[in-house]
């Protein structure tokens, strides 16, 4: 489902390029931002912001609707609120936007958003209220999923979409992953010669082992040699032995003389 959202947006921030690109005029480009932040199915704002053809506005009685798309990408309710002298007013839809944008910012640095928070952020007066927003705008287009819990009075975020990075943020994440892929490749070089040591460890072991069994070898050839080598000898020796007795035995006796 999330891949489904992200295509989703994906679509219309094309479809709102394609139409910027061929506006020429201020206040034709202007209607496309406030039909852009008034879209129920938009959430995603950033790349508006860079096109080139909505740099038209600047320096024209227009040129609010820039800081409109900008409230939309990165701003809240709440920040609405504080710069309101200096922003157009908002129409009902693009208030209902705000607040569905709010509660993904809130749900960036803490799953567990306290109802008086929420009422708080959201300008809402009552429970009833705000858990009808909750349901209604929020978990049914699939911004967020969750559980409210009447209880503790609190929303437990289990999923929220993520909102644009300002481009402090951006810059910080960007800082991050190059200090990850520093450590990343430290850690490598460390495995790597990790195992370079394990393999001449394990050659060692291979030629002391094959030195061993050479030993071994020539340690069973040489009891081999001497065992039939004693074998021999002992043949021999039993042999001289028969042959002594024979000779012994064939040999005449002398005749013992009789006393004179």
Known sequence: MAMDAERRQAELIGQFSAQAAALSSAPQLAALVLEA??????????ELLTLPALSKLAGTQYASSLD???LFAYGTLKDYKSNSGSLPALLPDQIRKLKQLSVLTLAESTKILPYDQLMQELDVSNVRELEDFLINECMYSGIVRGKLDQLRRCFEVQFAAGRDLTPDQLNNMIDTLSDWLGTSDSLLHQIQEKIKWADTMSEVNKKHQKEFEDRVEEAKKSIKADNDLRGHDDFLSESGGIMDFEEDRIRPKRRRQPPA
Not at 37 to 46: E, G, I, K, M, V
């Open 37 to 46: 932040t008034s879209h129920p199915a938009l959430f995603a704002f950033s």
């Open 68 to 70: 409109v798309l900008r």
